[in-house]
């Protein structure tokens, strides 16, 4: 026979336990995702969301940067295929010095282009096809102030829906249509590179203050242009630094543009 101590001790230990697993779940799982079928703690790939707060509370700049800054990165992430050379350009346009190379981070989180090791703090906008948005932004948090995602989508070439549609994103990542920004000839640019730099404006207060430069983006792109009609009877490994394009890459896509 149990004395009737014991079995209080053994119901008071298995409340004990229960109590302590619901905490874990409450303070470890926050970040869960149970609509994809995984768990993601606030400790590795829910920081996106985590930061929101403390984000939304810091003031719009005044003016841009005449040079790269540690206040803000811009990453133009997507998948391949999505027309995310020419918005990078576009956005780089915008935002970053006229000379500016385009940067591109493999999936390593590593620089490869304009080439292997180049400093992330040389531009202002790095295009990446790492679609875990969680992951590139848990490894640069802590490096800048702000990080944005400008995210191109095409038709069924799309990152996961819960970046563009859920609101804890919303103050971070801006989705753009291929066919919003796309222009099928040069007579439309400008209206396309208006149409970007309103809807990133409109989406993130941050830069709600201040002009970004539609005419050095014009520039840029119109330079870009005749770099693609220069390089598109060389090979694929023929490359241009500047705008991150190669032999054979004009005309892949509608008007001319790149992927």
Excluded: W
């Excluded at 391949?80 to 915008?94: F, H, K, R, Y």
């Excluded at 969680?134 to 989508?153: A, K, L």
């Amino acid at each position: 026979m149990v004395p009737a101590y014991s079995t209080a001790c053994i119901a008071n230990a298995v409340l004990l336990v229960a109590v302590l697993v619901i905490a874990l779940s409450k303070s470890d799982l926050l970040g869960a995702d149970v609509g994809r079928g995984d768990i993601r703690t606030n400790r590795d790939h829910g920081n996106i969301r985590r930061s929101r707060g403390r984000e939304d509370k810091e003031s719009p700049i005044k003016q841009l940067e005449k040079a790269p800054t540690s206040k803000y990165h811009i990453f133009v992430a997507s998948k391949p295929d999505t027309g995310s050379t020419l918005l990078a350009n576009m956005v780089l346009g915008l935002f970053d010095r006229a000379d500016a190379n385009q940067y591109f981070m493999h999936f390593d989180l590593q620089i490869v282009k304009p080439r292997k090791g180049a400093n992330i703090d040389d531009t202002i906008v790095t295009k990446t096809h790492i679609n875990d948005l969680d992951v590139v932004y848990t490894h640069f948090r802590d490096d800048y102030d702000r990080v944005f995602f400008i995210v191109p989508n095409r038709g069924h070439v799309h990152l996961e829906e819960r970046y563009c549609g859920h609101p804890d994103y919303r103050h971070m990542v801006l989705c753009l249509d291929y066919d919003d920004f796309v222009f099928a000839d040069e007579s439309k640019m400008n209206d396309s590179i208006s149409y970007v730099a309103k809807k990133i404006q409109d989406q993130f207060p941050y830069f709600a203050n201040v002009e970004l430069d539609e005419e050095n983006s014009s520039k840029r792109l119109k330079e870009m242009a005749a770099t693609l009609e220069a390089m598109k009877n060389l090979s694929f490994d023929a490359s241009d630094q500047k705008f991150g394009v190669h032999g054979g890459h004009a005309g892949r896509n509608k008007g001319g543009t790149s992927k």
